[in-house]
């Protein structure tokens, strides 16, 4: 797929899309988020990925914010990656649980590398 990208000059490689506005955190150098904002809806951020596949957009990343805090995350990379696009998330990671990672492992992953990249992100969660 990423080959299939550099090919050609006449679309889009990489985009950044925020689902969700709102984050866990409070950094004092990020200017990326809020505490009150409501999660863009899902029939809003189907069309911001159809729109983007429909352009030949290769890889689309899911930041904001916190996307981990988006209710519909699942669906939305369901759809990112029905589109034939490689779904990527900026996440600080403290609202990982092993259940989420099982799930994004099933939506992001080729299937042969799920198993390994569940069992290292647990592995990772129970260094917190």
Same mark, same amino acid.
């Given at each position: 797929m990423f080959v299939r990208a550099m090919q050609s000059a006449s679309?889009? +490689?990489? @985009?950044?899309?925020?689902? +969700? /506005?709102?984050?866990?955190? #409070?950094?004092a150098y990020c200017n990326k988020y809020d505490k009150t904002s409501m999660p863009v809806p899902l029939e809003t951020m189907l069309r911001r990925i159809d729109r983007l596949a429909d =352009? $030949?957009?290769t890889i689309i990343t899911l930041s904001g914010g916190e996307p981990t805090l988006h209710p519909d995350l699942d669906a939305i990379i &369901? /759809? +990112? &990656?029905? &589109?034939g696009a490689i779904a990527t998330l900026i996440t600080n990671g403290l609202l990982l649980t092993p259940a989420?990672? $099982?799930v994004l492992?099933?939506?992001? =992953? #080729?299937? /042969?590398r799920r $198993?390994?990249?569940g069992k290292?992100? +647990?592995? @990772?969660?129970r260094l917190k």
């Open positions: 679309h889009p +490689i990489l @985009a950044q899309i925020v689902p +969700i /506005r709102r984050c866990n955190l #409070d950094c =352009l $030949g957009t &369901r /759809r +990112i &990656r029905n &589109r989420l990672v $099982g492992s099933w939506l992001f =992953l #080729d299937p /042969r $198993g390994f990249f290292l992100m +647990i592995s @990772a969660l």
